[in-house]
């Protein structure tokens, strides 16, 4: 049983993480219309910058800020190449940021090497019961929280969220008002930005990252967010808590060396029957 | 006049491995094997209007096929001839549930697969798990074999002339017109009575086919496969080998698959020099994907091979032709009504 609660707790943290990527496909998605293949690049930059901070003795809070602020920064650049120029259509746009994510494969490597990194976070394990949890987990869980808290404020409250929000729904109508749609697009690049490197910082403690993880970081960020259509936040954050416990419970009773591959197929599979039952929402 | 450019395309091709020494005979034979996958990816994307980030599975596929039975004692003819078919009925059956899905969906579908066909190869103790098959017999016919590159180089570049002509020919034949009103718009060519999904399946198997072709031929080029040979890296480089070239042009796959091969190979010479550090031609490498990429879907849209024809017909004063690009999205459905109900 406390196996079982143990694997449920480091499942909703993995989840988290997950949930916070998964968030800067749908916000990037809503806005502009294109998937950001990118997206898996941001955790991984502002992880490494993070674990170089730190190592250049900046305290801890402030080295993970300056990490999210770098993956900020990167994704308003890969906003900016991927949508900046009129007339891109969405699907260039993604066939860009995969292009993208070969040009920070390149720099990364010049800046950080090719062997995996990573920086202790928060240590200490709390029990309760039997079950051992680690405050890493706790904080990922809070974090996580208090993100997607604070982005549900953002969209719903602000006259910046506001504007995004109505770009989202209509573009047209958003610009008649005018609201700059493409501005507001370079807004929500960056916001996937300071997401994904949240998810950095917060992960890079429970596993080392390397630049070749932005793969696996992007495809169970994008297997979470189909979940809601790419369109939802909320429905992103089930799907990730969904993955990432599901994840955890296979590789815990079935067999570890599988998990990515039981996200994809399933990823796949949710993508499939959407578009055999409503073949309108997966046609574009 | 295609004709012409046909036979000096052949003749070129043809005479080159008598002048390459045998490292350049090696790319050589690489850069066909990618003309190969290319033409199909290109097919796939200019005229299905569809982006697969997954041919390197195919092209694995193909590859085990041939090899596979090479190594329990067929002949490799065998191999070889199944290899595109198992390659394109693993397409056809796969492509009937996927193709179903579009754009990003089918993209990351495509790479999902790639990543799960290769996990599942890892394991399977018959394909060598995941130290993958060795000791591949050399091809042969007979009491013909090949071990030399000049004749892999031979096969390779007649597997491509016999794949471009037949893609041309399909190009123009009724099917293939067909296929172009499917990618000028779906729903008029649906209307017109183009069964749309069994001609996109169609054309994602072709496809497969060729990159199982491919991958036969190299499985008996190299005598050595592994699940890490068929990288995702590799099938985002052809396509941007197909962009590059122009997609669903006759040439764009070979002027494409040759421009970025002599890229990739002139930076990496330029790296391995003495003095430069040891990461620079993996980093070049990307860089120069990246870089390539992005510039071409930014500023030639359209690919190599239709800007450089517009160019001369311009010159000519002749209209220009109408270029095939990464398909417009089409407006966005759901819109109208999301607009007119509150959430």
Redo the contacts between chains.
Sequence with gaps: MSELLGYLVAGAALGCTIALLASGFVVVHRVT?V?NFAQGMFPVVAGLAAGSLLSAHWPHGIAELGGIALAGAVGLVVGV?AIG?PG?????S???T??????G??IE??VW??QPRGFDGLSGVVTLGDVRIQHQWLLVMVVTAGTFAALGAFFGRTYLGKGLTACA??PY?ARLAGIDVRRMGLYAFALAGVLGGIAGVLLTPLQSIAFDRD?ALA?NG?AAA?LGGLDRPGTALAGGLLLGIGQTLFAGYVDG??Q??VA??F??LV??VR??RQ?????? | MNRLVGVGFLVVTMSLPLVLDDTRLSIYVLMGLAVLVVTGISLLMGYAGQVSLGQAAFYGIGAYTAAVPAVHGWPPVVGLLAAPLVAAAAAALLGALLLRLRGHYLAFATLALQLIILSVAAEIEFFGGAIGLQGIPQFGIGSVTLDEPREYAWLTWAAVALVLLLTANIVASRPGRALRALAGSEQAAAASGVPVIRYKVTVFALSAAFAGLAGGIYAFFLGYIAPGSFTIAMSVEWVVMAVFGGLGTRWGPVVGTVAVTLVVQVLNDLSTRPGAPSYAPTVLGYAAYAVLLIGVLLFMPAGVVPWLRNRVRRRRKTPDEPIRMIPEWPPRREQTSRATTPP
């Excluded at chain 1, 891109?88 to 260039?92: C, D, F, I, N, S």
């Excluded at chain 1, 995969?98 to 040009?103: A, I, K, Y």
């Excluded at chain 1, 073949?279 to 574009?284: F, L, S």
Aim: zero cysteines; a negative charge.
């Design positions: 219309g998937v190449v120029k891109t259509p969405p699907l260039a993604l066939v860009i995969f292009g993208l994510g070969f040009l494969y390149a490597i010049i090497g090719d729904a209509n109508a793969v495809v994008f189909v060396s599988f990515t591959e994809l197929g990823m796949v993508m499939v578009a055999v073949p309108q929402a997966v046609a574009v």
